[in-house]
């Protein structure tokens, strides 16, 4: 995407947040004007990765890629249906993984 296309973009940073036993998430969502690039004017990426910096999970669109997510370095396609969906799903994943 050209950076033009983002002159109006409303961008939301999600700092990092550490865990007691390092591993950390963060992200970025930008919208801006749907194109054709990016017909639903959104451009994410969310990550959880080990202290060792190692993606753990990681959801995103940006590159020119189509939504995804990568759950411990497998890629699989990720129905995009809103930010608060996108935020949710992403979290139940770090739960999950957490938890083992």
Known sequence: MAK????HATTRQIERLVFSDG????????????S????AGIDYGLAYL????????????????????????????????????LVDDFLVDVRRLRKR
């Open 50 to 85: 080990a202290v060792d910096g190692t993606v753990l999970v990681l959801y995103d669109n940006q590159g020119g890629h189509a939504p995804h997510r990568h759950i411990r370095g497998k890629r699989e396609p990720y129905a995009f249906v809103g930010i608060d969906r």
């Open 4 to 7: 033009d296309d983002r002159r």
């Open 23 to 34: 591993s950390f998430l963060e992200g970025s969502i930008a919208e801006f004007a749907p």
């Open 36 to 39: 054709a690039g990016q017909p």
